[in-house]
């Protein structure tokens, strides 16, 4: 529909805000279920290197989800 094909736009706007590297981590955290420590061995780096990367990663994710928030907020208003 529509509506899916707009959200899956934003989805993939919002995701091409964030490096590679978060990338490939918020897939591996939240999509293959991976641990921070799991994550971290893999990569060679420590728990807390991948926490601050995923703390970083949402807050921009989050960022972009309150812009598009409020961008929509305004369309919404234009059309009153």
């Known amino acids: 529909s529509a509506a ?6 934003q989805t993939e706007n919002m995701m091409d805000m964030l490096t590679d590297k978060q990338k490939e981590l918020i897939y591996a955290l939240y999509f293959e279920k991976q641990t921070y420590q ?7 780096i420590s728990s807390a290197a991948v926490n601050n990367m ?27």
């Open 4 to 9: 899916s094909d707009v959200y899956k736009r």
């Open 38 to 44: 799991e994550y971290a061995d893999i990569h060679g």
């Open 54 to 80: 995923r703390n970083k990663a949402v807050t921009k994710l989050r960022a972009s989800l309150e812009e598009l928030s409020e961008s929509n907020e305004k369309k919404k208003l234009r059309k009153k």
